[in-house]
Each structure stands twice: as structure tokens, then as C-alpha cells.
């Protein structure tokens, strides 16, 4: 077992183990992490404009956050950032789509698209993506779920005070 401290936060030690070519951090100690650290890997994606997705923004303002917020009908998804986006969610182009939308459906709805084309009709049309989402470095959640986000939230805090 080797501890390691690393400057960035203040003394934090790791207790690791290398075993077959991996790292596995095995405790924490002296977790004693800035939350501007936490909240620069925090962005939520917001429309203000939408009611869920000023709920949604609140909602992590409520825990002592301050995180990115980041406008995306100004500053839209591109592809590349998109799929990143979608793999942290762990889902589908089609999961994150607003299926009250009038775009949807009218012209939309009931054609098959692949993964790859729900991706250039979001990046197109970013008014037909979920809000808010909330980002995180490894993690992200739809915030228009209450109940998931506060999960999501608490995962985050519990990690940081462990």
C-alpha cells in the first residue's frame, strides 16, 4: 500500500494498490477538497426560459454550488460533445429528446432515426433536448427529475466528504 499526497488538494492521501497493469484507490484520507474544485467539474446545461430547468439549476444552487451554467440554445451541442454528454448520461439520443415538442411532433415522430441522426437533430434543433442537464467529470443527470438529481447530488457531496 503506497500514500500519496497531492498538492492540488490539500494534503489528500490516497491509499492504492497497483494489481495487473490497474490502480485502484482503496481509501481517502484528509478529503479536504475546495468546492470551487467540484464546481468547476459541475456544469449544468439550462434554458431559463424553461420552468424545469430553473428548478433544476436551483436545485443544485440549494446544496452551496456554483457550477458552470452554460446556455445551450445560445451555445449549442456539437456532435463530438453531444455523444460525450450521452455517454456520462448512459443513454440514447432518443432518451433525451422532449417528445411534447410541436418539431417532434410534427416531424419527428414515428421515423427511425440512428443514434447518429437524433444526434445532428439535436445539435440542429437544441430546443428538443431535456433540461436542465447537470454534468459532472465522470457523470451527468437529466435535472428535470427531481428525485434523480437529488440523488445525483448526494453522490457527489458523499463523495467529496468521505
Keep these: 500500500m503506497s500514500f500519496y499526497k497531492l498538492n492540488d488538494y490539500k494534503d489528500l492521501e490516497l491509499s492504492i494498490k ?3 497493469g490497474f490502480w485502484s ?3 481517502m484520507k484528509n478529503c ?3 468546492s470551487s474544485k467540484f464546481e468547476s467539474m459541475l456544469r449544468v446545461y ?4 424553461c420552468r424545469k430547468s430553473r428548478a433544476g439549476l436551483e436545485q443544485v444552487k440549494s446544496t452551496g454550488l456554483e457550477p458552470e451554467v452554460i446556455e445551450y440554445l445560445k451555445t449549442p451541442f456539437t456532435p463530438e460533445s453531444l455523444r460525450k454528454l ?3 448520461l448512459n443513454l440514447k ?3 433525451i429528446i422532449r417528445k411534447q415538442e410541436t418539431l417532434y411532433k410534427k416531424e419527428l415522430k414515428g421515423k427511425n432515426f440512428t443514434d447518429e441522426e437524433w444526434i445532428k437533430i439535436l445539435c440542429e434543433n437544441p430546443q428538443l433536448i431535456r433540461r436542465p442537464i447537470v454534468e459532472a467529470e465522470y457523470k451527468a443527470v437529466l435535472g428535470d427529475e427531481p428525485d434523480a438529481l437529488q440523488e445525483f447530488l448526494n453522490r457527489k ?3 467529496l466528504n468521505q
Design 18 to 20: 497497483h494489481n495487473k
Design 25 to 27: 484507490i482503496l481509501q
Design 32 to 34: 479536504n477538497f475546495e
Design 46 to 49: 439550462h434554458n431559463p426560459r
Design 86 to 88: 450521452l455517454i456520462k
Design 93 to 95: 439520443p432518443i432518451d
Design 157 to 159: 457531496s458523499s463523495a
